[in-house]
């Protein structure tokens, strides 16, 4: 017979995990953003600093300074679409509060939150993962539709991107 204070512990213990996510999510997405435009500052420092000297070389002989904010994405993040991300997983790993029963209010959740993500990105691989993560046990505490948001807003042109089809 489990007691009363074992199903206590674990709630908190789940409640306090899952909290730590969004969090965690929401910390990473300011912090980002935060340092992004401090970046672009140094960097216009460093090119005032260091690239724009009366050299002798001719301007012929100069790479081009490329930006990197130029090169990884071009559109500012969506954090509407990151709140309803985050919406989503926090709803999924909340049905892991109830060890057993939990499991079967995916069956209820999974298809509405594959129907979801699926609608946010315009995706039908997005269904399939979604679904898939949130149907089989245990998998719940990946933050699928929050790793997709940050793939679609920093790294729409790689292969995870493609793969997804994002």
């Given at each position: ?60 002989a100069r790479k081009e ?97 493609g793969v997804l089809q994002?």
């Amino acid at each position: 017979v489990v007691s009363n204070t074992f199903w206590g512990s674990l709630q908190r213990q789940l409640i306090s995990v899952i909290l730590g996510q969004v969090l965690a999510a929401i910390v990473f997405a300011v912090v980002a953003s935060f340092f992004a435009s401090q970046l672009s500052n140094l960097r216009e420092w460093i090119v005032t600093k260091f690239l724009t000297s009366n050299d002798t070389v001719s301007p012929g002989a100069r790479k081009e300074f490329i930006r990197a904010d130029d090169v990884t994405y071009k559109r500012a993040p969506d954090f509407g679409k990151l709140l309803i991300c985050l919406a989503i997983d926090f709803v999924g790993s909340a049905s892991e509060l109830i060890p057993i029963l939990g499991e079967f209010s995916d069956i209820l959740s999974a298809p509405i939150a594959a129907t979801i993500l699926q609608n946010l990105f315009g995706s039908k691989m997005l269904f399939f993962f979604e679904f898939a993560e949130e149907i089989l046990p245990f998998t719940d505490i990946i933050p699928f539709a929050t790793l997709c948001w940050v793939v679609d807003t920093y790294f729409p042109d790689s292969d995870v991107a493609g793969v997804l089809q994002l």
